[in-house]
T-cell receptor
């Protein structure tokens, strides 16, 4: 099993450009998550999907949209990139639909630089 | 509101020395607590988690953590550091009213000196 995979690994954008970050998991998990990681701030939740067809906002959703394409795939879209969105983005998944004790499994991350 | 505070953004130990990474939480309800590790240029992976079954939780790679309700702490320890333990460590708590969503601490970078 590959676990959680993310593409691309690294991307440079100009301000105002758009892009979609892709995430897929092969563990038949129900829940999927998008986080951003910034120095000294830990990980902050952008969006969350408890099951196929449902999405929910996290702490920092502004400037992002998501699509839960099917059970395996959860994409994150930046419609008009801003320098403040320079970050490392992580996708994660968990087996259930959001139980408190669930372990989340993380992908390797996408490093995004917005100039 | 729930929150997590990790004391010390950088910790440096010598190989073979005790590792102690501190985490304090704030929660009005019994928390579910996690420690994740991030090796350079990788995603996070679970070290251990507290789910109220036992206050001393053993994880992978010789790490353990003790839940102390009176101190609202969940510190991570390892008796003897190894060079391969150099990584960033994150403490996290489940959001009680929002299912499996996690609140992460700011992280502690562990350096191990030979």
């Amino acid at each position: 099993n590959a676990g959680v995979t993310q593409t691309p690994k690294f991307q440079v954008l100009k301000t105002g450009q758009s892009m979609t970050l892709q995430c897929a998991q092969d563990m038949n998990h129900n829940s999927m998550y998008w986080y951003r990681q910034d120095p000294g701030m830990g990980l902050r939740l952008i969006y969350y999907s408890a099951s196929e067809g449902t999405t929910d906002k996290g702490e920092v959703p502004n400037g992002y949209n998501v699509s839960r394409l099917n059970k395996r795939e959860f994409s994150l879209r930046l419609e008009s990139a801003a320098p403040s969105q320079t970050s490392v983005y992580f996708c994660a998944s968990s087996v259930g639909t959001g139980q408190l004790q669930e372990t989340q499994y993380f992908g390797p991350g996408t490093r995004l630089l917005v100039l | 509101a729930q929150s997590v505070t990790q004391l010390g953004s950088h910790v440096s130990v010598s190989e073979g020395a005790l590792v102690l990474l501190r985490c304090n939480y704030s929660s009005s309800v019994p928390p579910y607590l996690f420690w994740y590790v991030q090796y350079p240029n990788q995603g996070l992976q679970l070290l251990l988690k507290y789910t109220s079954a036992a206050t001393l939780v053993k994880g992978i790679n010789g790490f353990e953590a003790e839940f102390k309700k009176s101190e609202t702490s969940f510190h991570l320890t390892k008796p003897s550091a190894h060079m391969s333990d150099a990584a960033e460590y994150f403490c996290a708590v489940s959001r009680y009213n929002q299912g499996g969503k996690l609140i992460f601490g700011q992280g502690t970078e562990l350096s191990v000196k030979p």
